[in-house]
């Protein structure tokens, strides 16, 4: 698959398009039905703007293709789930940054504890006889 359109949906100021797997791979493969779908979906797996793509879908209703690793009956179960939702890609990098901000949170707290552990070593007194 060869995406050269331009998004409607979403408010990033780049281009996912660029990244996209299918964009220099053979994605050509991602447009089969049924349950083939299942069988080639794995190819987005490696695509690193995964969330992107299928927020993409989403937001346009696309009915045909896997998109973002997702079947056809899977992107309208989300659809079904959430029709409430305006858009699916702000939804999506919302989701993104909460857990990035989790993340940095934890490593934060990681790096802290480390550091405490390390001043406590540091005023630790060495003993004469370990040092020799
Ligand atoms: S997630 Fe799949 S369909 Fe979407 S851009 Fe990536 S490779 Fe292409």
Do not use: K
């Amino acid at each position: 698959m060869t995406v050269t359109t331009s998004t409607s949906s979403g408010n990033s100021t780049w281009n996912w398009r660029v990244a996209a797997r299918c964009r220099t791979d053979d994605g050509d493969g991602l447009f089969v039905s049924g349950a083939a779908q299942r069988e080639v979906r794995g190819f987005c797996s490696a695509c690193p703007v995964r969330t992107e793509c299928l927020a993409y879908a989403l937001d346009e209703q696309i009915e045909f293709g896997i998109w973002g690793g997702a079947t056809e009956r899977e992107r309208r179960a989300m659809l079904r789930a959430r029709p409430n939702v305006r858009s699916w890609a702000g939804l999506l990098a919302e989701a993104r940054l909460a857990h990035y901000t989790a993340e940095a949170a934890s490593i934060r707290a990681a790096a802290a504890a480390a550091e405490e552990v390390a001043t406590e070593v540091r005023a630790t007194p060495v003993d004469a006889d370990v040092m020799g």
